[in-house]
């Protein structure tokens, strides 16, 4: 067991490190997961991304009030519970870093890719659940005190910045995937400014990727989990991230090769069972601009791994020099293919 984890780990247990089984969880965030059973129970410990929340224990009592709100409310499936450390705190600090473990269900399990249409129907159906059950949760309280999920103008701005420094070798070897962003930038434009302007600002989950969904044996979502980047903003971000990772049969950074990448069929069962639950709340300018909504994301994190790549990978970590260039191809390529047959 690696030694930062055993100094949190004694933080919370008793027992002997010997006697903790701990798994590290694959993840879309840029901070570990790891999956903790200890005596029969289980856990997710995860560390808090404090470059996104500034005051992480705000995003800990939303979510809190968000699961007092869901209960009250006859949502469908289980939710995590925070375990308090030895002093009595809810976040343990190590260094420079927040933690935080939840206490989960036992004998469920993450995917880390869908199999079949059922469990990407579960899916659309569960986030669709949290959406409807939580849509009168009094979000005006944390609209200021809380991150945007996506700063738009910041992300452009560095895309060109890097443009503007890069060598010409970077460049030539990323023109595809500039270019193809470059030509799309006035649509990104438009639909961020309808978005901010008259999209609603709900509670949204924030990290809305298969580790959030929690399957028991019979394929069915048992337990939402990762809620710690919950904020407001546009439920079609969660549905966005949702539909993503559903479509993925293979991790997003992967080598391009024949074996196709992503599943249509598996992304189009996701996006009917969420719609069939949620289309009526959703408001006309939310239908409307939903699909333009969903390419904007995706095209503004093309464009955050394409930067990064230019920039020499310096706050995206890269295990190998193309790899964030590869996500970014990946991001585009999955952009074409729910376009035509999602939303035909």
């Given amino acids: 067991m690696i030694k930062y984890l055993k100094d949190i780990l004694i933080q919370y247990f008793s027992v002997q490190l010997r006697h903790i089984n701990c798994t590290e969880l694959q993840s879309y965030s840029l901070f570990k997961s790891y999956h903790i059973k200890v005596a029969g129970q289980e856990y997710i410990l995860q560390k808090l991304n404090t470059d996104y929340f500034f005051d992480v224990t705000i995003s800990i009592q939303l979510f809190q009030n968000n699961f007092q709100h869901l209960n009250k409310n006859n949502f469908n499936y289980a939710l995590p519970k925070i375990v308090k450390n030895k002093l009595g705190h809810q976040l343990t600090m190590y260094k420079d870093e927040v933690w935080c473990l939840t206490e989960i269900l036992p004998e469920l399990t993450t995917l880390q890719t869908v ?3 059922k469990q990407a129907h579960q899916i659309g159906k569960a986030l669709a659940q949290f959406h409807y059950v939580s849509q009168n949760f009094e979000v005006e309280p944390y609209t200021k005190t809380l991150p945007q999920v996506f700063y738009t103008e910041h992300i452009i701005a560095d895309f060109e910045f890097a443009l503007q420094i890069t060598e010409d070798a970077n460049i030539e070897e990323a023109h595809d995937v500039i270019i193809y962003l470059q030509d799309r930038l006035p649509v990104i434009l438009q639909t ?3 978005a901010k302007v008259q999209f609603p600002k709900k509670l949204i989950h924030g990290q809305a990727t298969l580790q959030s969904f ?4 019979q394929d069915e979502v048992a337990l939402l989990t990762n809620w710690h980047k919950s904020t407001t903003g546009s439920i079609l971000y969660d549905y966005t991230l949702m539909l993503k990772s559903v479509s993925a049969l293979q991790a997003l950074d992967c080598t ?3 074996i196709p990448l992503f599943s ?3 992304a189009l069962a996701a996006h009917q069972a969420y719609m069939s639950e949620i289309k009526n709340v959703l408001t006309p ?13 995706i095209l ?8 990064q790549f230019l920039l020499g990978n310096k706050k995206i970590k890269a295990l190998y020099y193309t790899q964030n260039l590869k996500k970014a191809t990946n991001q585009i390529l999955l952009h074409q293919l729910l376009s035509d047959q999602v939303y035909s």
């Fill in 300 to 307: 503004l994190e093309s464009m955050q791994y394409v930067t």
């Fill in 256 to 258: 391009l090769t024949e």
């Fill in 264 to 266: 249509t069929e598996f």
């Fill in 115 to 117: 199999q079949n249409t």
């Fill in 192 to 194: 961020d400014a309808i």
């Fill in 285 to 297: 300018i939310e239908l409307e601009h939903l699909e333009s909504y969903y390419k904007m994301i």
């Fill in 214 to 217: 929690m399957f028991n044996p």
